[in-house]
């Protein structure tokens, strides 16, 4: 099932819920940043061990004092223009996001518009790439959730599931 809600991720209580991250794995603004500061430092310790991730892969770590079981930290591209590779690039890190979670046996995914702020990746263009993939992997997962964190963000979400799910 795939479901969009309005809200702050960090709050969900999910198998795991996917970060916005960067390739240093060190934190920054955003969403990354108020993971970090909802879930306490044993998630920023993991992340260190794991050392850094490519653009469009994603790593998993525990989420400490967060209501969700585990983090997907995925990164995301920056957008420079659109053609430099970063729909395929943002394609890929929502793949590895949902490849990572089915193996670690993981039912039910929230997942923020990863690179849609500081990254400028356009909301349009990036609630479809988000929410094409999902329904793909859709029926391996018992939810996967879409958690937008402004009312247009919201809307757009739902107008392009409604559209894709006419086709
Ligand atoms: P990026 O660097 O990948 O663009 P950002 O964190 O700047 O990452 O933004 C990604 C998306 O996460 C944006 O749509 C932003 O509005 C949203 N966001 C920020 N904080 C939260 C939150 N607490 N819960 C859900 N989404 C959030």
Not at 68 to 78: D, F, M, R, T, Y
């Amino acid at each position: 099932m795939i479901t969009i809600k309005l809200g702050d991720i960090t709050k969900e209580e999910i198998g795991a819920i996917v970060n916005a991250a960067n390739k240093g794995l060190r934190g920054g603004g955003g969403v990354d940043e108020a993971i970090h500061r909802a879930a306490g430092p044993s998630v920023m310790e993991e992340c260190r061990e794991i050392g850094r991730c490519n653009t469009g892969d994603a790593v998993i770590t525990g989420a400490g004092l967060l209501k969700a079981k585990n983090v997907i930290h995925a990164v995301g591209p920056v957008w420079r223009g659109g053609e430099k590779g970063e729909a395929g690039q943002l394609r890929s890190c929502y793949e590895k996001s949902f490849e990572v979670a089915l193996k670690n046996g993981i039912e039910t995914i929230a997942l923020p518009a990863i690179s849609t702020g500081v990254y400028g990746y356009p909301i349009e263009e990036a609630a479809d790439i988000a929410l094409r993939t999902g329904k793909r992997f859709e029926d391996r997962f018992r939810e996967i959730r879409y958690v937008c964190f402004s009312d247009r963000d919201f809307r757009i979400y739902k107008e392009t599931l409604d559209r894709l799910s006419e086709t």
